[in-house]
């Protein structure tokens, strides 16, 4: 959570997640990348840090409801998670393992003065 809470304000933050749920694209304990994102802006197969139903994923956008401005995020192996608004989209994974990861530098949230952050989530 407390990543989350980073990338909410604004920070691009580094972190070595664990488990087995996204493995080949992220295995457990890989150093990866999460920068704050505009989710209007996500595609199907990113990978993007965000709180459904009180828990913080770090997993796959699996479809896109722009006009209800939500995603559901599911796991490698196609399970889903839940849907979840786009205000709780942190940020998109940018690098796994040094690795940089697709289609992202359009998709980054700006951290000037004009931008507005996204709030924190709130405590679970």
Known sequence: MAMAVRVAVGDTVEFRPTGSSMSPLIRSRDLVRVAPVDPTALEI????????SGTVYLHLVSALDAGRERVPVSNNGGRVNG??????????CTSVAGRARPRIHRKLRSAGPSAAPLPPPAPT
Not at 83 to 92: C, S
Request: hydrophobic share 55%.
């Open 45 to 52: 197969e990113d990978i993007v840090l965000a709180r459904v």
């Open 83 to 92: 849907w979840t608004t786009y205000v709780r989209v942190f940020g998109i």
